[in-house]
């Protein structure tokens, strides 16, 4: 069979009958349904424990025992409800995202149409076996690998596996066995086959990359940073607890109090409200998130993606439209340039940048009637708006030829049925890969044949095609190289007229007229460009990461900034630079004709040069590099199942814009938490230093047992959990990420707890000491100092002092506050706790010590805020 003889059957052999539907169900019990392995459903009780198998959770479930253990049933109840409300908002987050991606999860083929005892019929995709005969057409999506028999014209989107924006044409010839062969997931675009399917399930190449999805998920940066400090929390204390009951022994006091004491002491310095701040904290950011059209799938992402150093994204759909767009006509007379994005027919055509006056636009008129002749395509606009400019228009068939339908509507010649009624095809040669054009014979309205041709301009800028002077081949095919180098996709069109009817359309091509050439693209989103450029003022380094032609990667990548211009070959590294060996991937920033097991290599590599990466993706190609990044972010309209199920976070909206949001988020959430360990972590400190130094000075027994834990109740509960309500710092997105070794008290914050325990221990013990030089109730002063001074530290710590985007903070101080008068005056309370009450010299004395501790705070907030900008 010659080329041209397969070209015009595209049949490999006489196609069989099917299988019979009794077989069909023998292949199905043998091999299994044709569906990829998901993550198994998560029982409640897994969830639940994998919350308390937290480290602080477990310091926590340590403090309700000792609680206990005292005696003090009242406290060991509320923190335990701590426990209980953690780990209940942890598990409802989750099991709320899982919906929510469900929500979004379609099959990537429900039905497809077989032959079965010699018929078609349309069955579910998951009962397609080996040995089903498939019947695909126009936006039929591929149901399980295949190996095609016989098509027509059939062209196949397979960007969701390769990341490569242009379809790729499908064709029985022989010596080229890969151009028959069909994947799992990828869509016929145009045309129409049969394929006998190969390989279903995971043994599928959908699901051979989804099997490297398999596996154990890395904790999170914020995961790692609170177990070592959980740790750090359970070692101390038990450390400081017999230190405290030591003392007390030299000090000759009874063993039953110094243990009652230590053990309260060790509540104390537990911060048992750091669980709830987080989950809070990461709750909200979820929450604003979702309003943000981003669902969070776990968590912990929300606070990740803040201390994100890397961002790797995909090309398609992502930092492009996901569309074929014309953006520039060239023409022997003259270059228009079109706007508009998508395959709306609505924009401008723009000569010399002005938009083009009518007489300026018979030539490229011209060019784009041919074209929208010589075309398949169908463009839909947005349902329930027919014609609408504000909805998303949709194409059906070859996304060439829909942006070319797209551009013809914007110069005013779209009206598809009026040119179909004017110049009724009679002829039509599609599309191969020998031929690499399209020529269609049309009858015009003067009885007259017009010849409507397009392809690469290869095959059209030939003098056996195109009856042109050398000089004007010659000029064209110069510009034609300019187009491709810059990363578009270049189309040549031509036309002519007969007298007479060719024999075939192949026939007539010959001895036409060159009407110019045609440059589109899928071109970056408005957004891209300005996304990108906050990450790096945010101190993150974004990387390309595409399986797309290095010209075409070269080109997006300088539209939206990470290239310059002007860059030359070796700014982009290919997978075959990677296989080999001759680049390090964490020293380039473009990648292009990666394969899946490529990006996850770039993932690990910059995991092992320290870095926290994020990766964003659509495809099934995405999966593994979006599973193996710490927090991998999928695109929920455009993206498959298997990129949503590996992601950490799903963006609804598809917009990269969105990324940069939970950024901003995430460093929220981490400045919340470290803002309430130096609250928490002062005040714990505070209390064991007077505790401490305390009986050193003359305070025999500075608190007892239930006023440290009354304290405690006061600072760590309500008024801790509001300051992970609080509002993002200005200074948030200009600042470089954390670094990743960095631990959660690094970066000066111990220092500030030291700091502020010391002032607030100095305060509150003069204090003490000057109600007990006056004969003064000085315990009860000694309790309500420290109270006051860690409530005026909160407020200290606050990012902005004056703001009303969180409320509840100022209103949990004012109702400690109250709560810790009453302790005083209240008999009940009084006689718990064994205070007294103060007279107003003892207030003013509190109060003075709640203003030192304000005082402190702004000024290591300030002098904190001051190393950020000036490096030091």
């Known amino acids: 069979m010659t080329p041209d003889d397969a070209r015009t059957t595209h049949i490999a052999h006489a196609p069989p009958a099917g299988l019979t539907g009794r077989e069909a169900a023998r292949r199905l019990e043998t091999h299994g349904r044709n569906e990829v392995r998901t993550n198994r459903s998560v029982p409640l009780h897994a969830r639940v424990l994998a919350q308390l198998r937290d480290p602080l959770i477990m310091v926590l479930l340590g403090a309700v025992v000792l609680t206990l253990a005292i005696g003090d049933h009242a406290d060991a109840v509320v923190i335990a409800l701590v426990i209980v409300v953690n780990t209940t908002v942890g598990v409802m987050q989750e099991v709320k995202a899982d919906h929510a991606v469900a929500a979004l999860s379609a099959l990537s083929a429900p039905t497809a149409r077989v032959?079965?005892?010699?018929?078609?019929?349309?069955?579910?995709?998951?009962?397609?076996?080996?040995?089903?005969?498939?019947?695909?057409g126009e936006g039929d999506i591929v149901a399980a690998d295949a190996r095609l028999l016989e098509g027509s014209a059939l062209l196949v989107d397979e960007s969701m596996l390769t990341g490569e924006s242009a379809p790729v044409e499908k064709d029985v010839l022989p010596g080229h066995p890969e151009s028959a062969t069909l994947s799992a997931g990828t869509v016929a675009v145009r045309g129409r086959g049969v394929a006998e399917v190969t390989a279903t399930g995971a043994d599928s190449a959908l699901g051979r990359i989804a099997a490297l999805l398999e596996g154990r998920a890395e904790p999170t940066p914020l995961q790692r940073r609170l177990a070592t400090l959980g740790r750090i929390l359970a070692l101390v204390t038990l450390a400081l607890c017999l230190l405290v009951f030591g003392l007390?022994?030299?000090?000759?006091?009874?063993?039953?109090?110094?243990?009652?004491?230590?053990i309260s002491l060790a509540v104390a310095a537990v911060p048992e409200s750091l669980p709830a701040v987080v989950t809070l904290?990461?709750?909200?950011?979820?929450?604003?998130?979702?309003?943000?059209?981003?669902?969070?799938?776990?968590?912990?992402?929300?606070?990740?993606?803040?201390?994100?150093?890397?961002?790797?994204?995909?090309?398609?759909?992502?930092?492009?439209?996901?569309?074929?767009?014309?953006?520039?006509?060239?023409?022997?007379?003259?270059?228009?340039?079109?706007?508009?994005?998508?395959?709306?027919?609505?924009?401008?055509?723009?000569?010399?940048?002005?938009v083009a006056r009518a007489g300026q636009l018979g030539p490229v008129r011209e060019l784009l009637t041919v074209s929208a002749l010589c075309n398949d395509a169908e463009l839909r606009p947005p349902a329930g708006a027919p014609g609408a400019a504000d909805g998303r228009w949709t194409a059906l068939g070859d996304p060439t030829d829909a942006a070319l339908l797209a551009a013809a509507g914007k110069a005013g010649c779209d009206d598809r049925r009026l040119l179909r009624e004017t110049y009724p095809r009679t002829r039509e040669e599609p599309f191969d890969s020998l031929r690499k054009r399209m020529t269609t014979v049309h009858t015009t309205p003067h009885g007259h044949l017009l010849i409507c041709l397009k392809g690469a301009p290869e095959t059209v800028l030939d003098p056996e095609v195109v009856d042109e002077g050398t000089r004007l081949l010659d000029r064209a095919r110069q510009e034609a190289a300019l187009l491709a180098s810059r990363g578009y996709r270049v189309l040549a069109v031509a036309s002519g007229t007969r007298t007479q009817a060719p024999a075939t359309a192949a026939a007539a091509e010959h001895g036409l007229r060159l009407l110019g050439l045609v440059a589109m693209s899928d071109p970056p989103k408005p957004a891209a460009a300005a996304t990108l450029a906050a990450c790096r003022a945010a101190g993150i380094t974004p990387v390309l990461v595409t399986g797309d032609h290095p010209a075409t990667a070269r080109s997006v990548a300088a539209r939206v900034g990470l290239l310059d211009a002007a860059s030359g070959d070796g700014a982009v590294a290919t997978g075959r630079d990677l296989a080999a060996g001759r680049i390090d991937p964490t020293t380039v920033t473009v990648f292009a004709r990666t394969d899946p097991q490529q990006k996850l290599e770039i993932v690990r590599a910059w995991h092992a040069h320290g870095h926290v990466t994020a990766m964003t993706g659509d495809g099934v190609n995405d999966g593994p590099a979006l599973r193996a990044a710490d927090i991998g972010v999928a695109m929920g309209r455009r993206g498959t199942e298997v990129a949503r199920q590996a992601a950490d976070l799903v963006l609804t909206d598809d917009e990269l814009s969105t990324v940069v949001a939970a950024v901003e988020e995430g460093r929220r959430v981490y400045d919340n938490i470290r803002r309430f360990l130096v609250y928490a972590l002062s005040g714990g400190a505070a209390e064991?230093?007077?505790?401490?130094?305390?009986?050193?000075?003359?305070?025999?027994?500075?608190?007892?047992?239930?006023?440290?834990?009354?304290?405690?109740?006061?600072?760590?509960?309500?008024?801790?959990?509001?300051?992970?309500?609080?509002p993002v710092s200005p200074q948030a997105m200009l600042r470089p990420p954390r670094p990743p070794q960095q631990h959660v008290l690094g970066h000066g914050l111990w220092q500030r707890v030291l700091f502020l325990g010391v002032v607030v221990t100095a305060s509150c013990l003069a204090a003490g000491l000057a109600a007990q030089s006056v004969g003064a109730p000085w315990q009860s002063v000694l309790f309500l100092s420290l109270l006051t001074a860690q409530l005026g530290v909160v407020l200290g710590l606050r990012g902005r002092l004056f703001t009303a985007d969180n409320p509840f903070l100022p209103l949990s101080v004012i109702a400690s506050a109250a709560l810790g008068a009453a302790a005083l005056y209240a008999p009940f309370l009084r006689s718990v706790l064994e205070t007294e009450p103060l007279d107003w010299a003892g207030c003013g004395a509190a109060a003075v010590v709640g203003l030192i501790g304000f005082a402190a705070a702004r000024f290591s907030a300030w002098t904190r805020v001051r190393q950020l900008f000036t490096g030091g």
């Open 115 to 136: 032959l079965r005892d010699g018929s078609g019929r349309a069955v579910p995709a998951t009962d397609v076996v080996p040995g089903d005969v498939l019947l695909l």
């Open 248 to 262: 007390g022994l030299v000090h000759g006091l009874p063993p039953t109090t110094m243990a009652v004491t230590a």
């Open 281 to 354: 904290a990461l709750a909200l950011g979820a929450r604003r998130m979702a309003a943000r059209h981003a669902v969070v799938r776990k968590l912990p992402a929300v606070e990740t993606l803040g201390s994100v150093t890397v961002l790797a994204t995909d090309k398609t759909g992502t930092l492009t439209e996901g569309s074929m767009t014309v953006e520039q006509v060239w023409m022997p007379g003259g270059a228009v340039e079109f706007t508009g994005v998508g395959y709306a027919p609505r924009g401008d055509v723009r000569v010399d940048g002005r």
């Open 688 to 726: 064991i230093l007077v505790m401490l130094i305390g009986p050193v000075l003359g305070l025999p027994l500075p608190l007892r047992a239930g006023q440290i834990l009354w304290i405690n109740l006061l600072t760590h509960g309500l008024t801790g959990v509001a300051v992970g309500a609080e």
